[in-house]
């Protein structure tokens, strides 16, 4: 079975500063997409970055960067001068095989913490 | 433009029954994923559907169903509920393909009992 692997259960950061969570994966995809998504306590997933695999930049979004080492099969997220709003769970995604089907991976979760 | 809507929020449910979930993708998206997240744990695929059909079908039983509906909105049918069904789920609606991106609903909180 295809894993996706976040080593850090839990997270704290100071507001401003900067915190990384990391993730790895285990794909036999060879074009991929990886993702990962914020859950706040109101429990609604919500999109925070993707990365096409096939891309060497790394992808950003305003706060939120990523360093994809393909080789290393690792995906981890940067956030940068940390909001209390950033506080949430963090899953990272990846696309795998199971049981014949394709399907999309989710990683156990980083609890985030930022405290003021 | 509304996005992944589900109902209902919450259901309360007792051993052995059956439940039916509901879903509305967002606008312009034909495909449908199911997810079960358990309290602690990241969200497991259950099954999706594209074109009214099931295209792929996570490690889950036969007693967890679905369906399509032509205006791309689906339905998750859970039977002969067990405590171990407790948890939030989740539908996540998308254009065809894994590597598209999913945008997931509020979720269904179901607690059997």
């Known amino acids: 079975a295809q894993t996706v692997t976040q080593s850090q259960p839990e997270m704290s950061v100071q507001e401003a500063e900067t915190v990384t969570l990391s993730c790895t994966y285990d794909t036999s995809e060879s074009d991929y997409y990886l993702f990962w998504y914020k859950q706040p306590p109101s429990r609604q997933m919500i999109l925070v970055i993707r990365?096409?695999?096939?891309?060497?930049q790394n992808a950003t979004e305003n706060r939120f960067s990523v360093n994809f080492q393909k080789a290393a099969k690792s995906f981890s997220l940067k956030i940068s001068d940390s909001q209390l709003g950033d506080a949430a769970m963090y899953f990272c995604a990846s696309p795998g095989w199971q049981g014949g089907s394709e399907k999309l991976v989710f990683g156990k979760g980083t609890k985030l913490t930022v405290n003021p | 433009d509304a996005g992944v809507t589900q109902s209902p929020t919450h259901l309360i449910k007792t051993r052995g029954q059956q439940v039916t979930l509901r879903c509305s993708p967002k606008s312009g998206h034909d495909t449908v994923s199911w997810y079960q997240q358990a309290l602690g744990q990241g969200p497991q695929f259950i099954f999706q559907?594209?074109?009214?059909?099931?295209?792929q079908r996570g490690n889950f039983p036969d007693r967890f169903s679905g369906h399509q509906f032509p205006n791309y909105s689906s339905e998750l049918n859970v039977n002969a509920l067990l405590l171990g069904d407790s948890a939030l789920y989740l539908c996540a609606s998308s254009l065809e393909g894994l590597k598209e991106t999913q945008y997931f609903g509020p979720g269904t909180r179901l607690l059997v009992l």
């Open positions: 559907y594209y074109e009214e059909e099931e295209r």
């Open positions: 990365q096409e695999a096939y891309k060497q």
